[in-house]
Nanobody
Framework: QVQLVESGGGLVQPGGSLRLSCAAS????????MGWYRQAPGKQRELVAA???????NYADSVKGRFTMSRDNAENTVYLQMNSLKPEDTAVYYC?????????WGQGTQVTVSS
């Protein structure tokens, strides 16, 4: 079955960096559009970044210039490099895959930005 497993979350001070990883299995990864979403307490889940099978990326305005999404098709993994983190980036971050017309989600990883 399809599995997405996120890792790399944690507590970081404002201005710091984190790198999230999402390892995929059970899919032909190179054919997938992959995304990172986040959900803060009391808010709706929102798209942070997405990457096509060819590596084209797009980002939410709130993270442009600070976050970078990439993929390694040999490792079936996507990454989200997060720099210059702000308290408002605090959320649970979810990995998402669009594959054969269906959407799959990981379990999420907590990112907390606080001094």
């Amino acid at each position: 079955q399809v599995q997405l497993v996120e890792s790399g979350g944690g507590l970081v001070q404002p201005g710091g960096s984190l790198r999230l990883s999402c390892a995929a299995s059970g899919i032909i990864f190179s054919n997938c559009v992959m995304g990172w979403y986040r959900q803060a307490p009391g808010k709706q889940r929102e798209l942070v970044a997405a990457i096509t099978s060819r590596g084209t990326t797009n980002y939410a305005d709130s993270v442009k210039g600070r976050f970078t999404m990439s993929r390694d098709n040999a490792e079936n993994t996507v990454y989200l490099q997060m720099n210059s983190l702000k308290p408002e980036d605090t959320a649970v971050y979810y990995c998402n895959a669009f594959y054969l017309g269906l959407i799959y989600w990981g379990q999420g990883t907590q990112v907390t930005v606080s001094s």
